[in-house]
């Protein structure tokens, strides 16, 4: 492995995030709440370690494919662990567990909350949360490779790791431009909807917390009531439409950008991904309205907010969806495994590696009755490679693997089997809200610290999409070289 | 600028790789989802899996928008059709590559009707770089630069035996001339004066073509120096076939083995007052049968890296004096130094500093790249809204990888000290590691975008 590099791209990412403090920092010291030194000495620790690493000489500048996933993986890790320390410092949470957990909840654009009582943070605090989100939803290494010039050539390899989706790809010529064109789409979305919230009458400072909870589609909230405490359909509808939107591809958004329109009404990803957004939520609103709801326009509504809300992997909540009918909750439920489109914010399965395996069952189908038939699997008019397939196969395996693990595990903490399981989904899709004791106004602070942390990982495992960290994790690639 | 290459093979790859260290955006084109990952991981370029024949691809990528079109994918017919194309949508320039001899003589014809701007073939520029070489009196590469004022060897410095061990400031008779480079085990390093030299390392000397001469005819003391007369050349690919051709023209004699038979008997048609022999070239008796130890030069020209460089270390072994080996992969770039063959020519950095001579544009004489593009001479006239005019090249504080080998000034080749300074109008060659090309850039890029002031030109040996 070359470790000059890795270490030096690692202090670059934590002299960033220390750079990123710094807005919280000012927050805390206008309001001078009791976070204000905690960020001083977060930024001043951080700052220093990361320009210790980033000293680092390095002859050699290329990074190989392990070395990408090892810089991905620590990389995630280094900046939770020193992004925890304010929250940890200012006595926001009780133990360093605590805040560990709910910053790589932050980060990994999960939001699972351990402090049911948000409202009692202080403001700085409370930004820095929501700020995670909106840096982990598009990647803390492809903002690096926007800004440093250094990793150049060989950053593919980070952001191959670090972009969600089995097929990851540069639609300009170099890496860096492309992931400054992510970050300029994000950022003008983020700005639009800053706006238009505060047209709705929120606050600025609230009006940016919501809106990096819904573009990073992480789901932190100000309020313990989530988006309940604010009673206007107009804010709600903004929310809901950015929610749904964040979870497209947004490489769909630079094709928009181009006038390229044939390929956003071709890609299948995108087409599926509102089909099944538009199906969800027509079957719940008509369940809701069946059932406990006696007006079908908020039963459609709240069914749209949560559909989108769940399948985004956002999970801001108007309303507590844990008292709706089995039907609707199973939905739900059905909704937190797929996720958004690959290349978005969104956590979960994604929406193309479900097309990807449906086409395959459709063609295995129909070699049943025409063995000899040939019919490779398309996407968008293309052949899919076999290798392609396989590795959604196997990502999708893992995926319910370690769902069935993981929720006998988090079964020994004495909880009921929907808690259980959903927690771990909520946790390995990035949602952090599920049923039973995970509900809407719940919070995970009743599992003890070994599940905290264990939970944590399945949430920094979804994130990068289980092989970055499997990979890393398997000894057999640590005996043969390290 | 902008630049789509269709077809991922060797030359697309060096191209794209050479590109981008000159920080153009480049597209690659291939069919093959393999190849293209591999671009994918070692090159900052955009791929697309597509087929570059297909107008729908061509128009979806924009290719109206491009400065450039290279097509090297290993079919000359697509080659045509796809530069045609590019061109025909809007693209600025094509280039094609067109290696069957069967179209060389309709050239122009087909780039004027079909709308290609050049046309390049890898193994017609490789059998020119050969005659070039074989022609000359010189016992090695060399390069001339300024109209043939300046000149450029390299040799191992077993040549040189009294060189070994010293210091570069402690070595005699050695004014007017200085060490640019030295490859010391596949690395280029940029010497300075207490750098000491070591047995084995090849050596870089630029200086007057006068004093040049006078080193020449010293390190060949031992080597008998003669025209070459007859030549043989183990390969009837097409670059032996142009090669034979040219040779003949020039009135060598000249030995051509094949193998094929097939091969054999279209050779001696094509060709005239060539001997063609029909045998395995790596057959030793086969060689010393057609009298290989009498030979001046033995050219490798077999489509396998491994025979031609075998072979031309047997030929030397048999006391040919000039031996050439032709090489298309990059593998055997670092040790080809040490193994005391004169020449190994590559056809892909041969067609890729062809390439590279239309990107940067300017009046250039020739380009070409040391040691498979770890660094590059580059002969420059200084314009004069340059910011490094009337300055000294201490004041310049040029980093490390970069050194001025050759100031002329008002037609006086000066070998610069510290305190040399730098006018408008002067021409200077500079010798660069290619880590280093985008400070050279800086250095000698006119701020106004550049009218004449850049004149490009690399150089030198593909080792």
Redesign the interface.
């Known amino acids: 492995m070359n470790y000059g590099i890795v270490l030096r791209v690692l202090g670059s990412i934590l002299m960033l995030e220390a750079l990123f403090m710094v807005p919280s920092l000012l927050i805390s010291f206008y309001t001078g709440q009791v976070d204000r030194f905690a960020f001083l000495i977060t930024i001043i620790i951080t700052g220093i370690t990361g320009i210790i690493l980033n000293r680092r000489k390095t002859p050699d500048r290329h990074i190989r494919?392990k070395d990408g996933l090892a810089i991905v993986t620590i990389g995630w890790v280094l900046v939770s662990i020193f992004g925890a320390l304010p929250l940890y410092i200012s006595g926001s949470t009780s133990t360093y567990i605590d805040a560990l957990f709910e910053i790589v909840a932050g980060f990994t654009t999960t939001s699972a909350i351990i402090v049911s009582d948000v409202e009692s943070l202080p403001l700085g605090i409370l930004f820095w949360r929501s700020f995670t989100n909106w840096i982990g939803g598009m990647g803390i290494l492809v903002f690096t490779l926007a800004i440093l010039p250094a990793l150049?050539?060989?950053?593919?390899?980070l952001f191959k790791a670090e972009t969600p989706g089995p097929i990851a790809g540069?639609?300009?010529?170099?890496?860096?431009?492309t992931a400054k064109i992510l970050y300029g789409t994000y950022i003008t979305i983020t700005i639009i909807e800053v706006v238009l919230l505060m047209l709705g009458g929120m606050s600025l400072f609230e009006s940016i917390v919501y809106t990096f909870g819904t573009v990073a589609t992480g789901g932190f909230s100000i309020k313990n009531a989530s988006l309940g405490a604010y009673n206007s359909n107009y804010i709600h509808f903004i929310v809901g439409l950015f929610m749904i939107l964040s979870g497209v591809n947004f490489s769909i958004y630079y094709s928009l950008f181009k006038g390229?329109w044939k390929?956003i009404l071709r890609d299948e990803e995108v087409k599926l991904y509102f089909v099944i957004i538009l199906l969800a939520a027509i079957a719940i609103g008509i369940n809701l309205y069946k059932t406990s709801y006696t007006s079908l326009g908020l039963a459609f509504k709240d069914s749209f907010f949560h559909v989108g809300s769940v399948i985004t992997t956002t999970a801001y909540y108007t309303t507590n969806f844990d008292l709706w009918p089995a039907f609707s909750k199973s939905i739900l439920l059905l909704l937190m495994f797929i996720g958004g489109c690959a290349g978005s914010t969104a956590g979960g399965m994604k929406i193309i590696r479900i097309l990807i395996i449906f086409k395959v069952i459709k063609r295995d189908v129909l070699k049943i009755f025409h063995p000899r038939a040939v019919s490779p699997v398309k996407l968008n008019s293309?052949i899919l490679?076999s290798e392609t397939i396989a590795r959604i196969y196997s990502f999708a395996g893992l995926y319910l693997i370690l769902f069935a693990l993981s929720t006998i595990l988090i079964s020994l903490e004495g909880i009921d089997l929907v808690s259980a399981s959903s927690a771990v989904i909520a946790s390995l899709s990035n949602i952090g809200l599920g049923f039973g004791i995970v509900g809407p106004m719940k919070s995970f602070s009743d599992f003890s610290q070994l599940s905290k942390l264990f939970l944590s990982l399945l949430m920094l495992l979804g994130r990068l999409e289980l092989f970055t960290l499997v990979a890393l994790l398997a000894p057999k690639n640590w005996k043969r070289e390290i | 600028m902008?630049v789509t290459i269709v077809g991922a093979g060797k030359l697309g790859y060096k191209l794209a790789e050479l590109m981008?260290m000159d920080d153009i955006?480049?597209?690659v084109i291939d069919h093959n989802?393999k190849t293209l990952d591999f671009v994918?991981?070692h090159?900052?370029?955009?791929?697309v899996?597509a087929n570059g024949i297909e107008i729908n691809v061509l128009k979806?990528l924009g290719i109206h928008r491009y400065d450039l079109l290279v097509a090297t994918t290993n079919s000359d017919e697509t080659n045509t059709l796809i530069c045609s194309l590019a061109k025909k949508l809007g693209c600025k320039t094509t280039i094609a590559r067109i290696r069957n001899p069967d179209y060389m003589e309709q050239l122009d014809f087909i780039k004027h009707e079909l709308g290609i701007d050049y046309i390049v073939n890898p193994d017609l520029a490789t059998a020119q770089a050969m005659e070039k070489y074989l022609l000359k009196n010189y016992n090695f590469y060399s390069d001339e630069f300024v109209s043939g004022k300046v000149q450029m060897i390299d040799f191992n410095i077993e040549h040189m035996k009294e060189f070994v061990g010293k210091k570069l400031m402690e070595l005699e008779n050695f004014q007017g001339l200085l060490i640019t480079a030295i490859s010391r085990n596949g690395e280029l390093i940029i010497p300075n004066g207490s750098t000491e030299l070591l047995a084995n390392d090849t050596i870089y000397v630029i200086g007057k073509t006068t004093d040049i001469n006078n080193l020449n005819n010293r390190i060949s003391k031992d080597i008998i120096n003669k025209e070459v007369e007859r030549v043989m050349i183990l390969g009837g690919s097409n670059i032996g076939y142009y090669l034979a051709q040219k040779l003949a023209k020039d009135n060598i004699l000249v030995t051509l083995v094949e193998q094929n038979k097939e091969r054999c008997k279209e050779l001696s048609e094509a060709l005239e007052d060539i001997l063609i022999i029909h045998g395995d070239g790596t057959d030793i008796h086969l060689l010393e049968e057609e009298g290989i130890s009498s030979m001046d030069a033995f050219v490798g020209a077999t489509g396998f890296d491994e025979e031609n460089l075998l072979m031309a270390l047997m030929a030397k072994q048999s006391g040919v004096p000039k031996t050439i080996a032709k090489i298309s992969r990059e593998n055997y770039t670092k040790i080809i130094d040490r193994l005391g063959i004169e020449v190994a020519l590559n056809p892909i950095h041969i067609t890729a500093s062809e390439i590279l001579k239309v990107i940067r544009g300017g009046k250039i004489v020739s380009v070409s790249l040391l040691l498979g593009g770890d660094g590059e001479v580059t002969e420059i006239i200084i314009g004069k809204d340059l910011p490094i005019v009337g300055k000294s090249l201490e004041e310049l504080k040029l980093p490390k990888g970069i050194i001025i080998g050759v100031i002329v000034h008002n037609g006086e080749v000066i070998i610069p000290n510290g305190k040399t300074r730098i006018h408008a109008n002067d021409r200077i060659v500079v010798f660069c590691l290619s880590d280093n090309l985008p400070t050279l850039k800086m250095f000698f890029k006119s701020q106004k975008g550049g009218i004449l002031s850049e004149l490009w030109n690399r150089a030198k040996g593909t080792r």
């Open positions: 494919p150049g050539i060989s950053g593919f390899q540069k639609f300009v010529p170099r890496i860096k431009d390229r390929e293309r490679p | 902008k981008v955006d480049v597209t989802q994918n991981e090159l900052d370029v955009l791929t899996l979806s």
